[in-house]
């Protein structure tokens, strides 16, 4: 059952320990007279949280109704979505979960895996980088949008040599994306995985030549304390994501395992990597610097911020070490029947709807 924000605060009023309803529109009706920054912000998830494939959850559209001021005091709260998803451009997701939730998403509320790579784009800017995952070459213009000049994806390099991998043959479709280059005069020095990809075996002998080869593909493979080293980046660590199928999916993490497995098959050793995603601080800390810029400000506190996610691993276990709250919902990934997460969250809940209507009581509380 749901309960009305309002009853919560006015049985609140039966106790001095709980703010007066009052007081709280007086503050409400304070803050907006006065610009004052909201008490809290949420990053939400999205698959798993918002989303289940191509639907949304019912409590989803709930949730952010009432943050959009559709609550007891008429407070709208400032949200992020922070996702390990993408493949797209920010803007296109927008409009798609725009569609399906029934509201409008501004770009600059939307972290996908790969957009923190918008803050390193100026170390690889003038080089040749190899980009993995997503479906033709959406992801060579997502990296251009980037900044990222001379971006290659694997399609590219079994057009110039059918033979690096001759258990693909290119479909028409694809052979109308692949951008024609003679690999043989391009020094690769950056891999980026941007998203999950779609042929494992292709990227993972495609990523094992130009590394071992010290980035020019199809040259003598060189020892590694004498190669050239080419920079590896991973945009998302998780094992597993929920879509609209029964039980989990693999994810990109388990693709760098696989590459990493073969590739310590074959060198000894694993090659060293960056990696992104939730939970890493890195992605936190890019969500707090958008957060500060686009909605708190000066005032901007990693306490005030509550995610809500679906994925212990990831949502929070990057929240809690970041220093933000972190509710768990069971609408995606975790399980309770498997026992407690390993990573405990500050609360949990069944939906993302109780997670929103938990924080704001949570936020008024003296």
């Not at 927008?94 to 957009?115: F, M, R």
């Not at 691993?313 to 929240?319: F, L, P, R, T």
Request: aromatic residues 10%; contains cysteine.
């Amino acid at each position: 059952m749901r309960r009305h924000l309002g009853t919560l605060y006015s049985q609140r009023c039966m106790c001095s320990k709980y703010v007066n309803a009052t007081a709280v529109k007086h503050f409400v009706r304070h803050r907006a007279a006065h610009k004052v920054a909201s008490p809290l912000a949420f990053a939400f998830d999205i698959d798993g949280v918002l989303i289940r494939g191509d639907n949304a959850l019912p409590p989803a559209k709930r949730a952010l109704s009432i943050i959009d001021g559709n609550n007891e005091f008429g407070v709208k709260i400032p949200y992020i979505l922070l996702t390990n998803g993408g493949g797209v451009s920010e803007s296109t997701r927008c409009h798609e979960l725009g569609q399906q939730l029934g509201v409008k998403i501004d770009p600059e509320q939307y972290i996908q895996a790969h957009t923190v790579l918008k803050s390193v784009v100026h170390q690889y800017a003038d080089l040749p980088v190899l980009v993995l995952g997503g479906n033709g070459d959406t992801l060579r213009k997502v990296a251009q949008g980037y900044g990222f000049k001379q971006v290659y994806n694997t399609l590219d390099v079994l057009a110039w040599n059918p033979s690096v991998w001759p258990f693909h043959s290119l479909t028409t479709e694809e052979r109308t994306s692949v951008k024609i280059t003679d690999f043989s005069n391009v020094c690769i020095a950056a891999i980026f995985v941007f998203h999950d990809p779609r042929d494992w075996a292709l990227d993972i002998q495609v990523m094992c030549d130009v590394i071992e080869s010290g980035g020019i593909i199809g040259s003598p493979y060189i020892p590694h304390h004498t190669r050239k080293s080419v920079d590896l980046i991973f945009c998302n660590p998780d094992l597993v994501w929920k879509s609209d199928f029964a039980r989990p999916r693999m994810g990109q993490g388990s693709f760098k395992e696989a590459f990493q497995a073969v590739f310590k098959s074959l060198t000894g050793a694993p090659h060293p990597y960056t990696q992104y995603g939730k939970p890493t601080r890195a992605t936190y800390k890019f969500a707090e610097h958008m957060l500060r810029n686009r909605f708190l400000g000066n005032s901007f506190s990693g306490s005030s911020v509550y995610m809500v996610g679906d994925n212990p691993e990831s949502d929070i276990a990057g929240a809690n070490t970041a220093g933000w709250k972190s509710i768990l919902v069971r609408t995606g990934v975790y399980e309770p029947r498997q026992g407690p997460p390993r990573h405990r969250p500050t609360h949990e809940v069944e939906d993302v709807e109780q997670a929103v209507r938990w924080a704001l009581e949570q936020a008024f509380r003296p």
